[in-house]
């Protein structure tokens, strides 16, 4: 049904949204968009990076912050 739009039509509905925004609103929301777009692929493809990195368990379990806190406090009794 949408696949029946002819280059007449898009130029019709294009002069139309031209009228109502102007031109420089026009400018703006496709840049706002464009940004917005940009924004979305970048945080896609930083979760996809995120989720093939190995995860240690120990940070997931908060084991490595206890164990870093024993070696100083055990560094800090040898020198005593």
Known sequence: ???SFGLTELLVVLAIVL???GPKRLKTIGSDLGNA????????TD???EAE???DPNVIEGKAEHKEA???E???NTNV
């Open 47 to 49: 979760d996809e990076k």
């Open 70 to 72: 024993g070696t100083t």
């Open 74 to 76: 055990s560094k800090q």
């Open 37 to 44: 777009i940009k924004g979305f692929r970048k945080a896609v």
């Open 19 to 21: 009228l109502i925004f």
């Open 1 to 3: 049904m949408f696949g």
């Open 53 to 55: 990195a190995p995860v």
